[in-house]
């Protein structure tokens, strides 16, 4: 069973979280609520997020200072954050948003389906790097096999390699399907960097799976780095 995403909502009025969560509750994935950026920070503490949307306008810990320190913690630099606003005070606001580290920048009243579309896209991206993280660990406990195998009967489990070749190109086949909807929707360039950097991963992974095919003598092979 694929786990849900979790998709976290930060603001501090809580007709704006109810709202969200009516707009979000389509893609069927996982909505935790956070009514400041103290809060916020303490939930990414313990648990993975998919993406983050993030109110600017808050009492005490505002939205620039809360993305900050996300983008400053190694385990939460990389989540995707969408900043949702009520006020514009023009491009110079924008621009502090972008370089908060946010993905994208929305102003409220915002059209919901649209805000719908953009976190599906990064939800999608979110479960694929989840499953390549989990090939990749089947993977490395094949390799470490192979190597014993070697140094035993000098045989490798073909069946587990034919398993583990099937699920890689399952997400492969995926992958590539989302990457052709990004280009064809014009999407975020956050997203399709996201997109081609999880592509080049499956590529490594895959050539690694293709070195331990009897023959190939890929009884060392290094994996690609899944960071």
Not at 115 to 143: D, G, H, I, P, T
Not at 179 to 189: E, G, H, I, N, R
Request: proline share 4%; net charge negative.
């Amino acid at each position: 069973m694929v786990q849900k995403a979790k998709i976290l909502l930060v603001d501090d009025r809580p007709e704006n979280l109810l709202a969200l969560e009516a707009i979000l509750s389509a893609l069927d994935q996982t909505l935790v609520r956070a009514s400041s950026g103290e809060e916020a920070l303490k939930a990414l503490l313990t648990d993975d997020f998919a993406v983050i949307l993030l109110d600017v306008q808050m009492p005490g810990m505002d939205g620039f200072e809360t993305a900050a320190h996300i983008k400053r913690r190694e385990r939460t630099r990389d989540i995707p954050i969408i900043f949702l606003t009520a006020i514009n005070h023009g491009p110079h606001h924008t621009f502090r948003g972008y370089a908060a580290g946010a993905v994208d920048y929305i102003s409220k009243p915002f059209d919901p389906w649209v805000l719908r579309a953009k976190v599906s896209v990064f939800v999608e991206l979110y479960m694929k790097n989840c499953q390549l993280r989990e090939q990749a660990a089947l993977l490395r406990l094949q390799l470490e096999g192979g190597n014993q195998a070697e140094a035993g009967a000098g045989r490798e489990p073909a069946g587990l390699l034919a398993e583990l070749s099937a699920r890689l190109a399952a997400v492969e086949e995926q992958a590539e399907a989302l990457s052709k909807q990004l280009d064809d929707d014009a999407a975020d360039a956050a997203a399709v960097a996201t997109a081609a950097h999880l592509e080049r991963k499956l590529t490594g992974l895959r050539r690694a799976l293709d070195a331990l095919e009897p023959g190939t003598g890929g009884g060392s092979q290094t994996l690609p780095s899944q960071s």
